[in-house]
């Protein structure tokens, strides 16, 4: 069974850089896309960004400036920087399998708490 | 950016009730809706893919149907463990969207 664990701090400064490992146990992350989402406390859900394990990229326009995903598949984990925060980065972040063709999110990590605060 | 429109925002409803839960997309998209529940403290679990298909060990009580701009997720008879939140997300093209969700409570 596929499992997806988000790590990284939970308390971020104003102007500072965001980052998030998620680690992929019970499979392989070679192939498939893997994604990062987040969903502001009691709002909805942000497709943030994907990344294919060999290096096709691509990131929602509304916050392409500040992101940058990676993968790192030695360690079977992939990444998310997100640079220049602000409490409205405020958010649960989580990161999921993205299935192709057709497209979804078939497996979650459990979600970390990112909060932005000096 | 494609918009995804759901209706209502939140429900009541009882054990055994059918449910009903749309969305509609701001142009045709074809197929591409997927469902999810959510329920608190949780992460999102994907129910319906491609608008129709049941994600594997997803109960039979949940169905989806739609194309082109009108979907529906139906719950054809509400089980305790239901009361969750719902949303549609379109896959058609990036960036991914989701609805704002649906609240199902007692």
């Known amino acids: 069974q596929l499992q997806l664990q988000e790590s990284g701090p939970g308390l971020v400064k104003p102007s500072e850089t965001l980052s998030l490992t998620c680690t992929v146990s019970g499979g392989s992350i070679s192939s498939y896309y893997w994604s990062w989402i987040r969903q502001p406390p009691g709002k909805g859900l942000e497709w943030i960004g994907y990344m294919y394990y060999s290096g096709n990229i691509n990131y929602n326009p509304s916050l392409k400036s500040r992101v940058t995903i990676s993968v790192d598949t030695s360690k079977n984990q992939f990444s998310l920087k997100l640079s220049s925060v602000t409490a409205a980065d405020t958010a649960v972040y989580y990161c999921?399998?993205?299935?192709?063709?057709?497209?979804?999110?078939?497996?979650w990590g459990q979600g970390t708490l990112v909060t932005v605060s000096s | 950016d494609i918009q995804m429109t759901q209706s209502p925002s939140s429900l009541s409803a009882s054990v055994g009730d059918r449910v009903t839960i749309t969305c509609r997309a701001g142009?045709?998209?074809?197929?591409?809706v997927n469902w999810y529940q959510q329920k608190p403290g949780k992460a999102p679990e994907l129910l319906i893919y491609?608008?129709?298909s049941l994600q594997s060990g997803v109960p039979s009580r949940f169905s989806g149907s739609g194309s082109g701009t009108d979907f529906t997720l139906t719950i054809s008879s509400l089980q305790p463990e239901d009361f969750a939140t719902y949303y549609c997300q379109q896959s058609y093209s990036t960036p991914q969207t989701f609805g704002g969700g649906t609240k199902v409570d007692i």
């Open positions: 491609a608008a129709s």
């Open positions: 999921a399998r993205l299935y192709s063709s057709p497209s979804y999110f078939d497996y």
């Open positions: 142009q045709s998209i074809s197929i591409y």
